[in-house]
């Protein structure tokens, strides 16, 4: 069975960092693209980061410069760096993992809350 399990969230103040994790189990994800999402209450889910199969990255535009998205395939995990964090960056976040080296979600993790204040 797949599990992605995120870890990592937390409050921050504005301009602070957070690094979150995400550990897939049941399945090797080597070659998988992975991705981060957010939701923010009242809104709708977004992509935020992506990482191919292939390691290339890609950024929703109001992250970028800010956030960075790696993968360890020897653990099977994939981070999101996040630094100069802002009010909007409030959420909760959402690991994914596509069926191939890209494509969409296939499977999700639980969420990470994320917390800025200003």
């Known amino acids: 069975q797949v599990q992605l399990v995120e870890s990592g969230g937390g409050l921050v103040q504005a301009g602070g960092s957070l690094r979150l994790s995400c550990v897939a189990s049941?399945?090797?994800?080597?070659?998988?693209?992975m991705a981060w999402y957010r939701q923010a209450p009242g809104k709708e889910r977004e992509l935020v980061a992506g990482?191919?199969?292939?390691?290339?990255?890609n950024y929703a535009d109001s992250v970028k410069g800010r956030f960075t998205i790696s993968r360890d395939n020897g653990k099977n995990t994939v981070y999101l760096q996040m630094n100069s964090l802002k009010p909007e960056d409030t959420a909760v976040y959402y690991c994914?993992?596509?069926?191939?080296?890209?494509?969409?979600?296939?499977?999700w993790g639980q969420g990470t809350q994320v917390t800025v204040s200003s």
């Open positions: 990482i191919t199969g292939g390691n290339s990255p």
């Open positions: 049941g399945s090797s994800f080597s070659r998988n693209a």
């Open positions: 994914t993992a596509a069926a191939w080296v890209v494509g969409p979600p296939r499977y």
